[in-house]
């Protein structure tokens, strides 16, 4: 548990690139929208919130079928975080899926300068690398909550098996003690 990240700490870091992408282009909002199975679990503002969670739901479908690398709505620039080229994460979500969305409010893409752009693109993989990172975490932590019960079945046999090592070890498992596939 000393190596992952606590949610906080993810949602920290995601609030220190919204406030390194408002300092860089000087936006005065900024959110990331975190997606989950094509709903947003959680949404990250600096600044004062400008869109709707609601209309961002909406938007999560049409976007999946878009290529762009942003939109832009009236009041914002929408730019979706999408999970890099390459082969399915160990979870099984697909290269280009979108993993989150940045808003920045007030923000004309046109009008970047090149140290804009460059930056802002460091800004966007950090942010994706955090996102993948939480998903990733997820799926290690469901894992081993499953193997949990095996874990302490190896455990209590083994330390039982000290006394009375044969028997033990050639005692039927119960049913609802089977050996839980990954």
Known sequence: EERFLAQGDILQ????????IQDLLQAPNAFIAIVEEGQISELVNSGQPFLESESLTKKIAELELEEGTYFSTDSAVIIPLRRANGEPTPEGVPAGTI???LGIHALDMDKLDADQIDGLEILKSRALLALEDRGLQRNIIQIIEK???QVQLIQQI???SRYDKTRLLLEKISDDEDIIEI
């Open 13 to 20: 870091f995601l609030e220190a690139i919204l406030g390194a």
């Open 99 to 101: 993993m989150g969305i």
């Open 147 to 149: 193997i949990e019960p």
């Open 158 to 160: 083994r330390a039982s």
